[in-house]
C-alpha cells in the first residue's frame, strides 16, 4: 500500500505543476482536503510525498495562478505548517515564508 500512496503524491505534484488550470485547482483542492479531513496523516503523506515544495512554487508564480487554487494552496501550506515543526520546517525549507510574503505584498 505504500507505493500507491508514493502513486498518488506522484499525480498531486504532477497536477500542481500542469498548465491546465482545472487540473492544478483540482490538485490543491485534493491536497487541502487531505490535511483537513485527515490532518496528522494528510500532513505527514505531503511533506513524505514532496509535495510541500510544489505547493510553495505555485504561490511563488501566483501572478499566473487562479485565486481559488491559491486559496486551496495557501490553506493547505497554513496547515501543514500547524503540524510539528518538522512540518513547519518543511515549509520553511521549501521557501514558504518569503513565497507567502510575497504574496501579501503583491498588488494583484
Do not use: Y
Not at 12 to 37: G, K, N, P, Q, Y
Not at 44 to 72: A, C, M, W, Y
Amino acid at each position: 500500500d505504500g507505493g500507491q500512496v508514493e502513486l498518488d503524491m506522484d499525480a498531486i505534484r504532477h497536477s500542481l505543476m500542469s498548465t491546465d488550470a482545472s487540473c492544478r485547482l483540482e490538485a490543491a483542492r485534493h491536497c487541502r482536503l487531505l490535511v483537513t479531513t485527515n490532518s496528522d496523516e494528510g500532513i505527514r503523506r505531503l511533506v513524505q510525498g514532496n509535495v510541500v515544495g510544489d505547493l510553495v512554487q505555485v504561490v511563488k508564480v501566483h501572478q499566473f495562478v487562479s485565486i481559488p487554487t491559491l486559496l486551496e494552496v495557501v490553506w493547505t501550506i497554513t496547515n501543514v505548517a500547524s503540524g510539528t515543526s518538522e512540518h513547519t520546517a518543511a515549509i520553511v525549507q521549501a521557501g514558504g515564508i518569503p513565497a507567502l510574503i510575497a504574496l501579501l505584498s503583491s498588488q494583484s
